[in-house]
C-alpha cells in the first residue's frame, strides 16, 4: 500500500508538471503573437487615419466635405465588423484544454484502477 502511495504522489506530481510546461507553452505562443498584432495594429492604426484623410479629401472634390467624411467612416465601420468577427472566430478555435495532459491523466486513472485489483 505504501509503493502505491509512493507511486500515485509520483505520478500526481508529474501531471501537474506536464500541465505546467503546456500551458507555458501556450501562453509563450500566445503572447508573441499578442505582441506582434499589437505593433501592427498600432502601424495599422496610423496608416488607416492617414488614408481616411486623404480618401475623404479625395471625395470632397466631388461632394460636400461632411458627406465625404461620412462615406470613409462608414468604410472603417464595416472593416471593424469584419475584423472583430474574424477575431472572435479564432478566438474560439484556441485549445487551452491541454489534451496531453488530458490523455495522460486517464491513463494514470485506469493505471490505479489496475493497481486496486
Known sequence: MGDI???LTTLVKQELELA??????EAGRAGKGAGMLG??????????I???????????????????FLIT??????VAAVL?????????KSNPQLPKTQQTLK???AWVRAQKN
Open 73 to 78: 467612416t462608414v468604410l472603417w465601420a464595416i
Open 20 to 25: 505546467r510546461t503546456e500551458l507555458k507553452a
Open 5 to 7: 502511495s509512493h507511486d
Open 50 to 68: 492617414l488614408a481616411s484623410f486623404a480618401l475623404s479629401y479625395l471625395l470632397d472634390n466631388w461632394m460636400p466635405v461632411e458627406l465625404a
Open 39 to 48: 505593433g501592427a495594429g498600432v502601424a495599422a492604426l496610423l496608416t488607416a
Open 84 to 92: 472583430a468577427s474574424r477575431g472572435r472566430a479564432e478566438l474560439k
Open 107 to 109: 491513463e494514470d486513472a
